[in-house]
């Protein structure tokens, strides 16, 4: 959001890359019809440490769903002449000041979505409850009730914020979170007729650009 209220779309780099991963045993397809929601758009904090603790620390609160909820989101900085940050390594979008002094090659926007299912429902009314996340979001072991393993999804997209390096400013995202904290909501809805989860081949998409008098 530039200083007088317009609103630009950050281009994007590379489109966006889905990754379908077999992680753990036993792995079944998704059901014809099934539909998940992964992230919260009502949510603007993050209070955990950056990076995360080794998972061999994670504690009973560490694995709790509302806590994989919020570690299932990255915002990496990226700047090719430095050591890279790791997936995932911050689950909050940093303020224009640091990625203007640090991100040379732009932020890469993560989301993993829960791998966990109750086995009978393709979708819910508000297409989590059927799912869950495994204690260590990519791997690890399900819980109760949602035994099911299927594909983990991984979706990663690079947005080019040094576009607007010096300009005043703040980056938000579409519905007005300038946190990018949790606002990451992606429905996965079922389209493997072409692509089946049988490797980790990613698909890509692309977007344009364009310029709003405010937002939505």
Wanted: with cysteine; hydrophobic share 30%; glycine share 10%.
């Amino acid at each position: 959001m530039h200083e007088d209220g317009k609103v630009e779309v950050v281009p994007q780099i590379g489109g966006m890359l889905a990754y379908y991963l077999l992680l753990g045993e036993d792995i079944k397809a998704f059901p014809k019809g099934f539909q998940m929601l992964a992230g919260d758009s009502r949510l603007r904090n993050f209070s955990g440490p950056v990076p995360d603790p080794p998972t061999s620390a994670w504690s009973l609160d560490d694995m709790s769903q509302e806590s994989l909820g919020q570690k299932s989101l990255g915002f990496n900085c990226l700047n090719y002449n430095r050591q890279p940050e790791g997936s995932r390594y911050r689950h909050f979008l940093p303020d224009k000041s640091f990625l203007d002094q640090n991100c040379a090659n732009g932020i890469r926007a993560e989301i993993f979505f829960p791998s966990c299912w109750n086995g009978k429902d393709a979708t819910s009314k508000d297409h989590k409850g059927h799912v869950a996340y495994p204690n260590l979001i990519d791997g690890g072991k399900c819980p109760e009730g949602f035994e099911t393993r299927l594909p983990s999804l991984f979706y990663e997209t690079i947005w080019n914020t040094n576009a607007f390096n010096g300009k005043a400013g703040q980056f938000v995202f579409s519905n007005g979170d300038p946190t990018g904290t949790f606002s990451a909501v992606l429905l996965f809805s079922q389209i493997l007729t072409c692509h089946q989860a049988t490797d980790t081949t990613p698909i890509s998409s692309t977007a344009g650009t364009s310029t709003f008098s405010n937002l939505p």
